[in-house]
Every structure is written in structure tokens, then in C-alpha cells.
């Protein structure tokens, strides 16, 4: 089996969010940059323990940026994985970016592609979907659950209010969220073994940018919080009734 | 030209997401001077003829047994027919969990320009600009559609519904439905609660409650307000309370009406998952807790003296 594991390159969590060129830039300066956590918790991991229980599993990471990500998918392949693929381009929009990897995934011939279920940084929850469309593969998003046998898939995914189990055949596209596995830390054997994986690198076929960012805001400041004394504490519920009138 | 609502629905009934899709969508419409229509699929019980109250003037409904469950590829189909048979221009979802898995297929295969987590009604005065919410609530990003066709799938809770009278045409309509690939098996729904993605008013504990005896402090005044509970990521992992009420960076994102946090600290990740939200109340017994730099209201006090007075005033309040 062959899995293709989406990983996109993040700002890491507790980055401060500035903007450069006008508002037009994320201000990257001084910036750590992670893996996408939703990529590297749980659609990584749990590639990697399909190959654990099944050791003929082949896992191929992909990734779309310049030569600035390459830390960040060494750092994936340090966790497990045979080898990965960048796609040596500027970011344009997420159509771009899924239309690349779905050319990687159609040399390919993947079983089973992994997405994280969104990036934390434009939050678009939409890799997954449109490389499932561009391929023409059945797309199950936001799942808790993976497992596999006989090349049919049992999924549980979340749904309003709960969740759903779904079987669907393989193959497929998948994108991943909590429950789905627990976060790993690279061992050295691990970080010395990813140096010498291969990291294919490609030029991008020629793809569409269907959305631009004209400026990006910040949110304006909180007016500042209003402290009741621990003493009335009734007084919160009056302001929140008749000030606020939330209930 | 139109411009195209998907209506989500479960066991028969339009989500209330769904709702403020409509109403923005007829809001979107009535800027770009056309008529907004809505697509409902697989059988439904609800009158959806009402929904001409959020601006629809006319809903298609596709009723086949396939559409009562989900799989993407299917109703990205269905909707497509409806969207060259309507001659959209403009499609809305809710950027629900549905509209997560629907939006950016269909975005794939009309070629048309997404934009997933709007929160705001697009400025038309040069191209079509959406404003989205990115980096987990602590910006936004004003994106430019630049296809024919446009889809939003507008962020739930950030759009002000406002009702009027009218009724919609119903119409059937008839579109080619592909045999799914996705088999629904099980369906596990929390009963009795109220849906945290879906949910006004919010309560939450942390691990200042001490332990999972305690949540009476949450569930009694979430009752009460008719709120749903949630929890922060330590509570979800130790197994004080189920993973599906963890709201942060890697649980849920929510922005209801009132977040009322008790015994949070507040960490950037838990801020990112509930920094949208409109009035937050923060119960923290350390005043240097970070929560409190984002809160609207908070006292600063122990959660167990405090909350049981809180929750006797709502209960004086609501006369119950």
C-alpha cells in the first residue's frame, strides 16, 4: 500500500500575527515555523502506524514551497516516512497548491492520501477536498478514526453533534483531526535516518490561482475586561443580562 | 443569475447554520441585484416553503434516499447540475462540518474561487472581496474571487440574521444522483444537548474545576442559560469530560454569543479556538491568568465560592 501524506509548512502556535508591505505579507521575521500540527499529529502519525502494523506500506510526504520548507518536511521525515516530494513554488491559493499535489498523487498511484483538516495559518479546510475532486476519489474530512482492512476503509468522522462510521474502498483522501493518533517526538535515530531519505524536488505544472489576498486586518483591541468583585458575583449576572444581554 | 444557498440538513430538518447561509445568501443576491434560490437534498420534513423569511425565493429539492447521508462526490454533483441550471454566480454554504467537505470539491470542479470561513458580506465596489477569518482568529485575510463563479462558506455565528415575511417557491428539482461511495454505518449523536458547533451561549471548565465531580458548576448554569458545555484541552486528555467538548487550537473553533470559562487559564492555543467568540467571561482565581487580557467580563475569584452564587442569581433571573 502507498500513502501520500499532505505536511504544510506553519508558523508555530504562540507566533505573534503581523503583517508587512501594507498588510499584504505575513511578517515572517523572527518567526518559528512547525509543521501543521493537524498534518504532523495526526495524518502523519497515523501513516506511520499503518506501516508499523503492515512494514510493506510505503509512506511518500509531499509538500508545495520553496527551499525554506525543507527543515520542516526533514523534520517529518525524521518522524517516519520513506521519502518525500517538494514542489518548488511560490503559495498562491489553495487551488494552486491542491492541483500540485494532485499531480503528485496521479504519477503516484497512492492507496490513501492524508490531509491534515485545515492549516492553522489561512484555515482553509479545503486541500483535501479539492485534491479528492481533482482526482475523482471519494473524500472523507474531518475524521477521529482510521482503520483497514482489505482495502476497505472504516472511518469515523464527526458530524454536528456527534459522530458518523463510514466504510468507503480505497482509494481515497482522508483529512485528519484529533483522535486520530497521539503527537510523536522524533528520536535520534529517527533525526539521523531523515537526513539521508530522499527529498525529490519538482518543478509545479502549470496550475490556476483562483483567489488572491488583497490585505490582511488585525482584529481590534479588546476595550479591556470589566472586573466584578468575587464578593457580588451576582453583579456579573445583572451586567451580562441587561449590558451585555447574552441571556 | 443567481446566487446559490446549500441547505444542510439532518434527519429532516435545515440546520440552523444553514438559516444565516440563507439569509446571507439573499443578502449577497439583493446587492448583485439578482434573486437568491436554495438547494436542499435527500428527504425532508421541515417546511422549507418558510424559508422565504432569510430571502429565498425559490428552494429545489432533490429527495432521494442516497441524499440522506453524506458522501462529498455526490452532492458536489448534484449541486453543480444546480448551479448550471440556476445560472449561479454566487454559491453559499455554511462553513459547517458538511460545507467543509462539499465547498472546496465543488470549488475544484466548477474552477470557481472559495472562500471558506467568510465572515463578512463581500465588498463589491472593485472585484468581489470576501473578508475570512485566518490564523485561527487572530487576523483576517480580505480575499479577491477572481472566477465567474463565486463560493463562500461563510463562518457559523457571524452573521446577523434578520427575518421579513415571505414564502419560497418549492420546486422539485431533477438531477442525476451517482450511486455514493462513502456507506454511512453508525450514527452516534449526543442526545439532549445542545450541539457546541452549533451552540449561542457557551459554558466551560477547566482544570481549575479540580476534577469531574465538580462540573455541576458547568452543566447547572449551562442549563440553566440554555447553553452547551465545553472544556479545555487538559480536561478532554486526563478524561474528565468527552474529546468532542474540547474548544482550542486542536479541538473545536467556536464563536458563540457567550463564552463563560470557569478555571481557565487561558493559553494561546485555547484563545485560538475561542477568540471569536462575542462576550467572554472569565472565572479565574490567579488574576495574572492570560484569559483574562481577552475577556469582556471577569471576576477574579475561587470558582467554588463564586459559581454557586452565579448560578442561584441566573436561577432567581430565569424565575426557575
Known amino acids: 500500500m502507498k500513502i501520500l501524506v499532505c505536511i504544510s509548512k506553519t508558523p508555530d502556535t504562540t507566533a505573534k500575527i503581523a503583517f508587512s508591505d501594507n498588510n499584504t505579507k505575513f511578517a515572517a521575521d523572527g518567526v518559528q515555523w512547525i509543521i501543521n500540527p493537524y498534518d504532523e499529529w495526526y495524518a502523519l502519525v497515523r501513516a506511520i502506524e499503518l506501516k508499523e502494523a503492515d512494514p510493506s506500506t510505503v509512506i511518500h510526504l509531499v509538500t508545495v514551497g520553496g527551499a525554506d520548507t525543507e527543515p520542516i518536511i526533514r523534520k517529518a521525515l525524521a518522524l517516519g516516512g520513506d521519502e518525500a516530494i517538494r514542489i518548488n513554488a511560490d503559495i498562491h491559493d489553495s487551488f494552486y497548491i491542491a492541483s500540485q499535489i494532485a499531480e503528485v498523487a496521479k504519477t503516484g498511484s497512492y492507496d490513501l492520501i492524508f490531509t491534515g483538516k485545515e492549516t492553522i495559518d489561512y484555515n482553509g479546510s479545503s486541500i483535501g477536498g479539492m485534491v479528492a475532486e481533482l482526482l475523482s476519489l471519494p473524500y472523507v474530512s474531518l475524521a477521529t478514526k482510521f482503520d483497514l482492512a482489505n482495502s476497505v476503509a472504516t472511518i469515523v468522522r464527526e458530524i454536528d453533534g456527534g459522530e458518523e462510521t463510514d466504510t468507503v474502498s480505497l482509494p481515497l483522501v482522508v483529512s485528519c483531526q484529533k483522535g486520530m493518533a497521539e503527537q510523536r517526538i522524533p528520536n535520534m535515530k529517527g533525526i539521523m535516518g531523515a537526513r539521508s531519505k530522499p527529498l525529490k524536488v519538482q518543478e509545479p505544472v502549470a496550475a490556476d490561482a483562483l483567489t488572491s489576498v488583497v490585505a490582511f486586518d488585525l482584529p481590534p483591541a479588546k476595550a479591556g475586561v470589566k472586573l466584578v468583585s468575587p464578593d457580588t458575583p451576582e453583579e456579573l449576572v445583572r451586567l451580562l443580562h441587561e449590558e451585555a444581554k447574552v441571556f | ?320
Open chain 2, 1 to 320: 443569475m443567481s446566487v446559490l444557498v446549500f441547505l444542510d440538513q439532518s434527519e429532516g430538518h435545515i440546520k440552523k447554520s444553514s438559516f444565516e447561509a440563507a439569509n446571507y445568501g439573499a443578502r449577497v443576491a439583493q446587492q448583485l441585484g439578482v434573486t437568491a434560490e436554495g438547494i436542499v437534498l435527500g428527504n425532508i420534513t421541515d417546511d422549507v416553503a418558510s424559508l422565504g423569511k432569510y430571502g429565498l425565493k425559490k428552494v429545489h429539492t432533490v429527495k432521494n434516499d442516497t441524499l440522506d447521508h453524506l458522501d462529498a462526490q455526490v452532492f458536489t454533483n448534484v449541486i453543480a447540475q444546480a448551479v448550471a441550471a440556476t445560472g449561479a454566480t454566487v454559491v453559499v454554504f455554511s462553513n459547517n462540518l458538511n460545507g467543509k467537505s462539499i465547498a472546496p470539491r465543488l470549488s475544484a470542479k466548477l474552477k470557481a474561487g472559495l472562500v471558506s470561513g467568510a465572515i463578512a458580506l463581500p465588498d463589491t465596489s472593485n472585484g468581489f472581496v470576501v473578508k475570512k477569518n485566518v490564523f485561527s482568529g487572530k487576523a483576517f485575510a480580505n480575499i479577491a474571487v477572481n472566477t465567474a463563479v463565486k463560493i463562500i462558506a461563510l463562518s457559523p455565528n457571524s452573521f446577523n440574521i434578520t427575518t421579513t415575511d415571505g414564502t419560497a417557491e418549492v420546486a422539485a428539482f431533477a438531477a442525476t444522483v451517482d450511486a455514493p461511495k462513502v456507506t454511512v454505518t453508525a450514527i452516534n449523536k449526543i442526545v439532549g444537548e445542545v450541539p457546541l458547533s452549533e451552540a449561542e451561549l457557551v459554558v466551560s471548565g477547566g482544570r481549575g474545576l479540580k476534577g469531574p465531580e465538580n462540573w455541576g458548576l458547568v452543566t447547572d448554569l449551562a442549563k440553566l442559560i440554555g447553553a452547551a458545555t465545553a472544556c479545555s484541552r487538559p480536561v478532554a486528555d486526563i478524561g474528565w469530560r468527552p474529546h468532542h467538548e474540547h474548544v482550542g487550537q486542536t479541538g473545536l473553533a467556536i464563536a458563540p454569543n457567550l463564552y463563560f470559562a470557569i478555571g481557565i487559564s487561558g493559553s494561546i492555543q485555547h484563545l485560538a479556538g475561542v477568540n471569536r467568540s462575542k462576550v467572554i467571561v472569565v472565572i479565574n482565581k490567579d488574576p495574572e491568568a492570560p484569559f483574562f487580557k481577552a475577556a469582556d467580563y471577569g471576576i477574579v475569584g475561587d470558582a467554588f465560592e463564586v459559581m454557586p452564587k452565579i448560578i442561584e442569581a441566573v436561577r432567581k433571573l430565569k424565575g426557575a
